[in-house]
């Protein structure tokens, strides 16, 4: 029995920007959520074609439309959420989406966005959704300080495995990998439970979340333990598995030291893009090797890293295994490509730690 949404259905706005690094969220919602049912994904350049099909090669049913009106006359259920799914630099709005965003207002449907550029600070889009009856959630806004956390050490009566899905860059799919390894573990009787530390994950109904480019500084390091505190205590999994956030040198998005420093994991599994030469975003900036993150990854927490988990961007279909043989060459792990082949062979990696972990509690 397919389960209820959290907070109803949705058309996704990605125009211009599906299929590419600046749709990363919308590629998340079209892969997975709890939160929406995900009717339809506007994007022109793909319009008639499935959502899936495009992004995987896979057909998921979810069908890609050119307008907000064509998705709102053929959709087959009524829809109640517009959901930015637009992921460009610096989070800003284009002119474009600010006037798709009115168009959905006068639609009467609700607003979730991600980005930097807060709706609600629009006054004429909050009066259009005041007049309307809508909400406009942005999912970024930093929250009250008085419900944020500060750092404890609570984090050390955290007994399951905890496992950290880091990147050698930023938008790099450590989110999927991350969903993906939860449900694999989920799918093989163990309990899991998935840490979001960004909007997409939030989107896409991670129970136990922080969104880490919302949040002040100060409180970064306790909303993360935080996060896993609480999964922990309220129920009991085996494994936790932290998304990870940009990078460890990516330099715009260091995340990756604060997921280190106050999730304190006990094994990383580090996302790569064997084609990539520089980090996104930075041409001129070189993207540091394998062997040069690992070792960083271990000077700063003392963890090793468990498994390479491969991007196949760049890379054709029969080019994958060859790719993850390199990988393993070079650093002596291996390489795994979940989101190509699936997360079998990786969960029955980590299920020998968890195993080992049952055995050995703190």
């Not at 389960?3 to 919602?29: C, E, M, R």
């Not at 496992?163 to 990998?177: C, E």
């Not at 271990?298 to 029969?318: D, F, M, Q, Y």
Request: hydrophobic share 35%; with cysteine.
């Amino acid at each position: 029995m397919q389960q209820a949404p959290l907070d109803g259905t949705a058309i996704v706005y990605a125009d211009g920007a599906f299929n590419t690094p600046n749709g990363k969220t919308a590629h998340g919602l079209v892969r997975f959520t709890k939160r929406y049912r995900v009717l339809g994904v506007i994007d022109r350049p793909y319009a008639g074609r499935d959502s899936g099909e495009v992004l995987d090669g896979k057909p998921n049913g979810i069908p890609i439309f050119s307008s907000l009106q064509d998705a709102l006359s053929e959709s087959r259920e009524r829809v109640t959420h517009f959901v930015v799914g637009l992921a460009p630099d610096g989070g800003r709005l284009p002119a474009a989406g600010r006037t798709a965003v009115r168009e959905a207002i006068e639609a009467g449907l609700h607003i979730d966005s991600g980005l930097h550029d807060f709706i609600s600070n629009d006054d004429a889009l909050r009066r259009a959704a005041a007049d309307h009856g809508v909400r406009i959630r942005d999912v970024r806004k930093t929250p009250d300080r008085d419900t944020l956390h500060f750092f404890t050490g609570d984090i050390e009566s955290v007994d399951c495995l905890k496992l950290a899905v880091l990147g050698t860059d930023s938008a790099i799919g450590k989110r999927t990998t991350a969903w993906l390894i939860v449900h694999g573990l989920q799918n093989a009787g163990y309990r899991a439970e998935m840490i979001g530390t960004g909007q997409t994950g939030w989107m896409q109904g991670a129970k136990y979340s922080m969104i880490m480019d919302s949040c002040i500084n100060d409180f970064v390091s306790g909303e993360i333990e935080h996060a896993v505190v609480s999964a922990y205590r309220n129920e009991k999994p085996d494994a936790i598995v932290i998304e990870g956030q940009g990078s460890l040198m990516n330099p715009a998005y260091p995340g990756g030291f604060e997921i280190l420093a106050a999730g304190r994991p006990d094994h990383v599994i580090l996302q790569h893009a064997p084609t990539r030469k520089e980090y996104d975003g930075f041409p001129g900036y070189r993207l540091h090797s394998l062997a040069e993150q690992i070792n960083a990854i271990k000077v700063v927490s003392g963890r090793e890293v468990l498994a390479i988990t491969l991007n196949h961007e760049g890379l054709e279909p029969g080019e994958i295994k060859d790719a993850c043989r390199r990988v393993t060459e070079e650093t002596g792990l291996p390489c795994y490509d979940v989101l190509a082949h699936g997360s079998d062979e990786l969960v029955e990696l980590i299920s020998r730690y968890l195993r080992g972990h049952a055995d050995n509690p703190r």
